[in-house]
Structure formats: C-alpha cells, structure tokens
C-alpha cells in the first residue's frame, strides 16, 4: 500500500539542530506536511511544500524534499526544549484519491 | 479564538451505547474532516466532507455516521460503541478543496473509552 513512514523516536541536546526523517511511497504526491502535535492536544501544522520544490527554510525550521528518493526531512535548528513533541509526516495522495496520509509520527526529546 | 471546536473533550461509554461528537469551525472553511488516532498508527481518515451537503467515507468508515449539518459543523456519531472505537478522535478543517489543500487546522481532541 501506500505507506509514509518515520521513526518513532529522536533525542537531542538542546541548542542541537534536529533532523527528523519521512519516506514516502506515492510519487505522484502534490503537497507534503510536517505537523507539530504537543501533549494532549491536536496536530498543528508546521510548514508544507509543494512537490515541485527541494527545500523550504522557514525561521528554524528547513524542509528538504528528495522526490528521486521519496524522502522529506525537517530540520529544525537551536533545538529548544518548548519543541519537544510528536511531528507528523504528511502527503496528499494522489492514488488514494487525493487523501492526506499521515505518518505514525517521531517523538522528539530535547535534554536540556 | 478562532479555530476548530471539539466537544466532549473526555467520554466513557458503556459497549453498545451510542453518541455524538461535536465539531464547529469560525474560518468560513469548505472541507472538514474526522480523524482517529491511535497509538503507532497515526491519524485514520474516517469520514470526509469536502462541501457542505455532501460527505464521504475515509479509510476506516465502520461502526460511524456523519452529518455536515451547515458549513460550519460536522458531527460524527457512534451507533452501537464498541470498545474498538477507544481512541482520540479529531476533526478538522481545511479552506482549499480537497485536491488543493495547503493543511488543515485540528481541534484539540476527544478521549473516548468504551468499556
């Protein structure tokens, strides 16, 4: 099936950069999204790119899509502990109709 | 504020009893959506609504209705729980069309046990 994919787990120091990591399978995906979802409330969206563009820089945070490779990842920089949280991979699938699929999400923790 | 309303935030119901999940939207949005998230899983589509007026089944439609009372509201009920239906529901809202959708905004969430 059409799967998108992540780690479940990143730890970093904080004033580290973090690199969080998705793949994707749909290669006809339009849009791709990183959402933020913090303890016990809902996702809140980060920063989309559109699949015509390699990369995205919004303050901290860099988004790098490889479409040859499927991959997305979204660096953020000077990790702080306020962005220890769940981050959501996300694509609009064409093949699925032009559903949003969502990873299973990469738990970050940031040591201070 | 504006944004996405979820009521109850917190249920517990008893297996085969039937509810109601609330959603309201303020940002004048086209599509709405009913998600269920569960642990290692991610979100699951259940139910869609990309206008008012007219609704669509997702990814995991079983043992769910759904209403797009107005454009602003989109309910999702539970007939007979079931304690497989134990999850964190969220709706959400998008302003694009469904082909053209630049993210969604989410509610914060309802907690459903069923026991």
């Known amino acids: 099936g059409e799967d998108v994919e992540q780690s479940l787990f990143l730890s970093v120091r904080e004033g580290d950069s973090s690199v969080i990591n998705c793949t994707y399978t749909?290669?006809?995906?339009?849009?791709l999204y990183w959402y933020k979802q913090e303890p016990g409330a809902g996702l809140q969206l980060l920063t989309y790119i559109f699949s015509n563009m390699d990369m995205k820089q919004d303050q901290r945070l860099t988004v790098l899509l490889n479409k040859k490779d499927k991959h997305l990842s979204l660096r953020i920089a000077d990790t702080q502990t306020g962005d220890s949280a769940i981050y959501f991979c996300a694509e609009i699938s064409t093949v699925r109709g032009f559903k949003t699929i969502f990873g299973a999400g990469t738990r970050l923790f940031v040591k201070a | 504020n504006a944004g996405v309303t979820q009521t109850p935030k917190f249920q517990v119901l008893k297996t085969g009893q039937s509810m109601t999940l609330q959603c309201a939207q303020d940002?004048?949005?086209?599509?709405m959506y009913w998600y269920r998230q569960d642990p290692g899983m991610g979100l699951r589509l259940i139910y869609y609504?990309?206008?008012?007026?007219?609704?669509d089944k997702g990814e995991v439609p079983n043992g769910y209705n759904v209403s797009r009372l107005n454009k602003r509201e989109f309910s999702l009920r539970l007939e007979s729980a079931a304690p497989s239906q134990t999850s964190v529901y969220f709706c959400a809202s998008s302003e694009q069309s469904v082909t053209d959708n630049y993210g969604y905004t989410f509610g914060s969430g309802t907690r459903l046990t069923v026991v």
């Open positions: 749909d290669s006809s995906s339009t849009y």
């Open positions: 940002m004048n949005h086209n599509s």
């Open positions: 609504s990309a206008s008012e007026g007219t609704t």
